[in-house]
């Protein structure tokens, strides 16, 4: 084996550097949560040192196949080093001034803390809620511009490398499905962009196409909207409804991802937007979802997966890591299923017949 490249030892080093800042802040913030609230403590299971080496072994894996991906032109290298950092620099004090409120409801076990001014009628019910204990749940511009940072911290830096796994397959789906088409003409749709970090980077592997982001809230679509169309890059449509119905007509969109929705749906939730994204491909249109791993996929992440959902408000997780996706796609009509996982995601990719 050569050596690595400079390129590649930059990118190792800002992998590194971000997961020891993630790891760094969530033990820094752990301490004072047992200093200050020891009540908002969740019971966890223990963490063996052979489950952290399977951990590390896994995110050096992500790692490089997120690296050999870049380097086979499935999209620029220079996206594995994107992020508004001086931004983020900035922002990264709002996530420890809103700690407080956060052990409050984890102490007091309040989980539908919700802006006043919100009209909840708006809204299903499931969604009028604090996921992981976030202050206004996904209903307020603070929540949005704290998100990305505090989803880099979770995943020690690995957050972006994980929704890039949607590319590939939704790339080889429109290579294979559409080839011929120009690409001007093809679209592809972002179910539940949030603030729009996976639309950014398909936009950087796919500039020609049309894209498109549809999320339920107003302020995440906000935040997506001063990122994805303040440079001279293609507009990015921005829609905001609920993905279990869209209003747009059948047959809309050759490409459809979704990142990270799943596991904060409840089961019947999880159909309907399956349902609904296959309404609205094209014959030979191509599904990626990208969410959590599962324990059929990774049975050796167990307690990781039990973990997560005891220590953040995710109502949903529990119910999610057991669900049959392939199924659910399968019902709903697509075909050429298949699915991988990387690290912490799980990736599925299917076809609607042609
Ligand atoms: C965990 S975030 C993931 C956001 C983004 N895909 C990412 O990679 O960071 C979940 C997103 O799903 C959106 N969401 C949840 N339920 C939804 C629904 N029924 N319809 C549309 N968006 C929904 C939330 O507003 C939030 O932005």
Redesign the pocket.
Known sequence: MGQPSLAKIAYQTLQQGKGLVGIAHKEISTKLMEFLVPEAIPITSPVTIDLLVELRKAAKELEEVDWAEAEKGIYPRNILFDAPWFEWFFKYPLVWLDMPSTWNRRKKSIFQEIPKEINKEKY?K??LQN?HHQTDG?LSDHSAEI??IQ?EILFNGT?DAM?RRVIAPLKKGLNENFNGVNPSSLKVL?????????LKQIRSALPSIELTG????AA?LKQASKYLNNSGDEMVQLIK????RIELIDNSFNGIT????F???PDY?RQN?INECYRLLKPKGIIVI?DSIQINDSPQFIQVMENFYKIFHEPYYKDYIKDDINKRLSDAGFESISANSFFMTRVWSARKPG
């Open positions: 299903p499931y969604y996921f996904y998100y990305d989803v957050a929704r972002d179910v539940a962009t949030g603030t729009g970090r996976t549809l999320d339920l809230s995440y409804a609920n993905a279990e979704c990142v990270f929705l596991h904060e749906l939730a937007v990208a």
